[in-house]
């Protein structure tokens, strides 16, 4: 028999369905309550207990650090699965054929250019611009040169769409950079693999070739399928509420990528590496920022920990963490940087704060290392962040479409004055 939720308000009582997900998850279907309850509505500001939609996508268990893409483990995928194939898995479902992975990586190759004009917009940003500012108005931009992927209402359509932000993202992310660090704005080359390909579109000197490195190129993959989705997140919750008024797939993602910007979400690993290097130059003393991010007078925060779902251990910190191992052996690399984090993990791994919160080191903790280690400069870690997330935005944009979901809209408790007479200028 199905559950039910009764709620009573002053003596009345209102039966409402529970709906449960297949992993046994369980949530009070509201969706009468107002009409039911003549305009009672429910308050719950940053969304903890608040479910915004059925998803088939991720499943996520804070609690036992479970991640799963379309039912598929995180760590099976990250030792088995490229970074295309996962964007496949995520996007449509199921793990690609061959074929269709070949085709799949074709159509994005024949999309692979950025109209020339786009080139100009960039002049027009200040070297100094943030790269994820220059990528969100460029995403954005993107919908003048593409105007056939803004209605999309067939699967082909959307497809084409799809296919097509996958190709030129990745050049717009190169693009950002190169132009931050005075590097001619090229191309890559079809020939090579999708990470490949954005590693040579980033590094490619006008003097030289670029050849790669196969522990960079496989680390920078696995980076990036960890990143590649993780449900209803800030910045995704944003590109499905933005797709919800049939906004186009390109500036959903962009506002997705401004969402990401933020130091509380993806902005997290650069301000990761910062506050290590604030730690270094401060000579290294790394209680004295515990103490700081324990004192409730001080806004300071241990960036790269704590999660909002995960309050056990984040999965995805995991494997990333043997990863940055790897990376840093097979490119002997030594950071004094990485001493103090090392220091920092063991120090609040036993810290009571940190331990009664739950607080542990999440996935950007340990991403910052790697970035950095990999030759990619600290302001251009959240990009790279966007272009792991991008296939997990997608697939959550085309699901709300093909769900036909409703426009997003919530409701609030007002708090504000009551009516009141307006009072002339002369009288204030
Ligand atoms: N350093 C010190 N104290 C912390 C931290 C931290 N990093 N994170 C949480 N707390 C404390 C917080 O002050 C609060 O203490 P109290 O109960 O005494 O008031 C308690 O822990 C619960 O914190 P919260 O803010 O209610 O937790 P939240 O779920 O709202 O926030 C978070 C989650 C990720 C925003 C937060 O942990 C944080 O700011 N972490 C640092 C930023 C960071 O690393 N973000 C990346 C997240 S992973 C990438 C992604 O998926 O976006």
Redesign the pocket.
Known sequence: MSKTAILEIDGKKYEFPIVEGTENELAIDIKSLRGDTNGITTLDP?Y?NTGSCESAITFLNGEEGILRYRGYAIEELAEKADFLEVAYLLIFGELPTKTQLEKFHNDIKAQSHVDEDVKKIIDGFPKSAHPMGVLSSLTSALVAFNPSSVNVDSEEEMYNAIVRILAKFPVLTAWAYRKRVGLPLDYGDDNLGYVENFLKMMFKKPSGEYNSNKVVVESLDKLLILHAD?EQ??STSTVRIVGSSHAGLFVSISAGIAALWG????G?NQ??IEMLEAIKEDGGDSKKFMAK??D?DDPF????????VYKNF?PRAKIIKRSADNVLDALGIDDPVLDIAKGLEREALEDS?FVD?K?YP????YSGIIYRALGIPVEMFTPMFALGRLPGWIAQWREMRLRKEPIGRPRQVYIGESLRSFKDISKR
């Open positions: 940053g903890k993780h997140n800030c130091p509380l979400h993806g997290a301000a990761v991010a324990k409730k925060r241990l960036m790269g920990f704590g999660h909002r984040d704060y919160r607080l999440n996935v950007d903790f």
